[in-house]
């Protein structure tokens, strides 16, 4: 989790292209501000959330809780203030936890919380990037264009685009969930089809280690196992 924090400083920061200017140094310098405030928010928010309802310090959950504010801040890294990062990770942990929790209910395995983390939170994020714009209110919009805003041909700020850019987030959301959703289930459909999709249940409780992987276990340890933990 910390190696990808660490590697998501070169992909946000770096994502600017460019640091020639004050300007662009200062974008970046921005963006890493912003990134730090989501991963740390969303991780401590999931952190809590799961000792208030469980009782119990879920470290896997700290883990999930900062992706999830790093999936979240991306879209929106470059164009919201820093105080603005903070409620995005915030609002990230929750989109987070909740889609965790509605996996469980419809008993879908994904055991590492892949899709609450990369897939609602990726989808909230976009949505925050038009919701949080620094633009002034909903009249103007930076997006990728930074300190600037959106502009028309005469050099003055285009008016009224801060709606127009929700409505190209949610229209942006439909389209990769519908190519993705689509493809996806034409895969998967055939390969459950082929009895490919899944593992015997004989499989399932012996374990992939021991069935399929050589050697069977993670670690082979040579001598007598006895002696080794007596010592």
């Known amino acids: 989790t910390f190696a990808l924090w660490f590697g998501w400083y070169g992909f946000n920061p770096g994502s600017t292209l460019s640091m020639h200017s ?8 921005q963006v890493a501000m912003n990134t730090t405030l989501a991963a740390a928010t969303g991780g401590i928010a999931v952190f809590m959330i799961r000792y208030a309802m469980l009782r119990k310090y879920d470290v896997g959950g700290l883990c999930n809780g900062i992706l999830a504010g790093l999936v979240s801040i991306t879209a929106a890294c470059a164009n919201v203030e820093s105080f603005s990062a903070f409620f995005i990770g915030l609002i990230g942990a929750f989109v987070y936890q909740g889609a965790s929790m509605l996996l469980q209910k419809f008993k879908v395995d994904d055991p590492v919380d892949a899709v609450p983390v990369h897939g609602a939170c990726g989808m909230w994020g976009v949505l925050a990037a038009g919701l949080f714009d620094w633009g002034a209110g909903m009249d103007h919009y930076h997006g990728w264009n930074g300190w600037d805003c959106m502009k028309n041909e005469d050099d003055s700020c285009m008016s009224g685009a801060g709606g127009k850019a929700i409505g190209a987030q949610l229209l942006f959301i439909l389209c990769v969930v519908g190519w993705s959703g689509s493809w996806s289930f034409l895969v998967f459909f055939a390969l459950k089809k082929t009895g490919q999709l899944r593992i015997s249940e004989d499989t399932e409780d012996e374990g992939m280690d021991q069935k399929q ?10 001598g007598d196992s006895d002696i080794m933990i007596s010592a």
């Not at 004050?22 to 310098?29: C, D, H, R, S």
């Not at 992987?213 to 040579?222: N, R």
């Open 213 to 222: 992987h050589s050697p069977a276990k993670a670690y082979a340890l040579s």
């Open 22 to 29: 004050m300007g662009t140094g200062a974008l970046a310098a």
